[in-house]
């Protein structure tokens, strides 16, 4: 399976192929369904038009895309952005899995990024489905399945980070446990 990264600049493209993707998208059911989704998208993949990928941050996405109040939003509190892009992630990669899966261009949103991808497919295999890969060749996880296999490490650093915390409180009360009884 031939994938190419597309990752042409404003200037030297009119994107006309990568915004055909983009209609063709908004206009999928599992997408035009949800106005996150529909804004979210739209967002996202103009920013990257305009050639402006670079202010395609949570903070913008909740307030521009969103709707979320410029003056009270905080990403720490309300985790809009994060959800939005984890269920637009998921359906993406359905719909590239079922109704899009002979495209030749496919819209990404990488893990752990805003910033749309648009890779090029010339040859698909119908058995395996699209694994598309940055221009370095490294696979772009998409899929639910790249969730999953991130959420062993993440259980682990939690694990740790909880063992650190009870062993911090431990020696916490131990010292004023200690220090009350010297009294």
């Known amino acids: 399976m031939d994938l190419e990264l597309h990752t042409a600049s404003p200037a030297s493209s009119n994107f006309q192929k990568e915004k055909e993707e983009l209609e063709w998208l908004l206009h999928s059911p599992e997408i035009s369904r949800s106005a996150s989704f529909v804004r979210f998208l739209s967002f996202i993949c103009n920013k990257y038009f305009e050639g402006t990928a670079n202010e395609i941050r949570e903070y913008s ?11 009270s939003f905080d990403s720490h509190v309300d985790p809009i952005v994060r959800v939005t892009a984890r269920a637009l992630r998921k359906r993406l990669c359905e719909i590239y899995q079922r109704d899009g899966q002979h495209r030749s261009l496919h819209i990404v949103l990488p893990l752990g990024h805003y910033v749309p991808q648009f890779v090029r497919q010339s040859d698909l295999c119908a058995e395996r489905g699209p694994t598309p890969t940055d221009a370095r060749g490294k696979e772009i996880q998409t899929s639910a399945a790249a969730v999953f296999a991130n959420q062993s490490t993440i259980w682990k650093a939690a694990s740790i ?11 916490l009360f131990l010292g004023q446990s200690t220090g009350e009884s010297s009294r």
Do not use: H, P, T
Request: no cysteine.
């Open 161 to 171: 980070l909880l063992a650190m915390s009870g062993v911090f409180l431990a020696g």
């Open 61 to 71: 996405i909740a307030v521009e895309a969103l709707g979320r109040k410029e003056s």
